[in-house]
């Protein structure tokens, strides 16, 4: 069974930095297509970046230059190091594995999420 | 980018009623498209992908059609545990998620 649990959240303030983690089970990270995707209070999903089995990474245009993806493959972990955070990037993240064929992705396993509150 | 939208943004349906989501691309993505359902407080879960295809485990009241631009998600029969948010997703062109449908269960 596939468990991804996120960590690292918490209060930071504008311009600050974190890093939030996912610890996979179940999967190798470094096997899978795995993925950020976060949502502000009350508003809906907004994909934020994925790394390939290959090491690819991409990001949206709201994140590019300021986050990065990255995974540590010996404690099968998920990272997404976030830098120059602002009040916007204020979200629950969740971390998700993705599968695909020919294209990538849709996203079939997730974490339960963990809350990044960017505030002064 | 490719932008998705998702009508209506809310609606209120009864017991057994069938609903129907619609979720249109401003380009097209083949068959490219997820949809997931969203409890409150909750992580998303996967419903179908490929635009048609039912995930394993999900009950078959839940179907997805279309393809290229327009396509829908469709509860044959609603059931109260249906009462969620509703997002598609593009998956041809980078991850675009549509801005949800919220389903009440009168």
């Known amino acids: 069974e596939v468990q991804l649990v996120e960590s690292g959240g918490g209060l930071i303030q504008p311009g600050g930095s974190l890093r939030i983690s996912c610890a996979a089970s179940?999967?190798?990270?470094?096997?899978?297509?795995m993925t950020w995707v976060r949502q502000a209070p009350g508003k809906g999903l907004e994909w934020v970046s994925i790394?390939?089995?290959?090491?690819?990474?991409f990001y949206s245009d709201s994140v590019k230059g300021r986050f990065t993806i990255s995974r540590d493959n010996s404690e099968n972990t998920l990272y997404l190091q976030m830098n120059t955070l602002r009040a916007e990037d204020t979200a629950v993240y969740y971390c998700?594995?993705?599968?695909?064929?020919?294209?990538?992705?849709?996203?079939?396993?997730w974490g339960q999420g963990t809350v990044v509150t960017v505030s002064s | 980018d490719i932008q998705m939208t998702q009508s209506p943004s809310t609606l209120s349906a009864s017991v057994g009623d069938r609903v129907t989501i619609t979720c249109r691309a401003s380009?097209?993505?083949?068959?490219?498209l997820a949809w997931y359902q969203q409890k409150p407080g909750k992580a998303p879960k996967l419903l179908i992908y490929?635009?048609?295809t039912l995930e394993s485990g999900v009950p078959s009241r839940f179907s997805g059609s279309g393809s290229g631009t327009e396509f829908t998600l469709t509860i044959s029969s609603l059931q109260p545990d249906d009462s969620a948010t509703y997002y598609c997703?593009?998956?041809?062109?980078?991850?675009?998620f549509g801005q949800g449908t919220k389903v009440e269960v009168k």
């Open positions: 998700g594995r993705g599968l695909g064929g020919a294209t990538c992705c849709h996203f079939d396993s």
């Open positions: 179940g999967l190798d990270v470094s096997n899978n297509y």
């Open positions: 790394i390939f089995a290959a090491g690819t990474t």
């Open positions: 380009q097209s993505v083949t068959n490219c």
């Open positions: 490929k635009a048609s």
């Open positions: 997703q593009q998956y041809r062109r980078y991850w675009t």
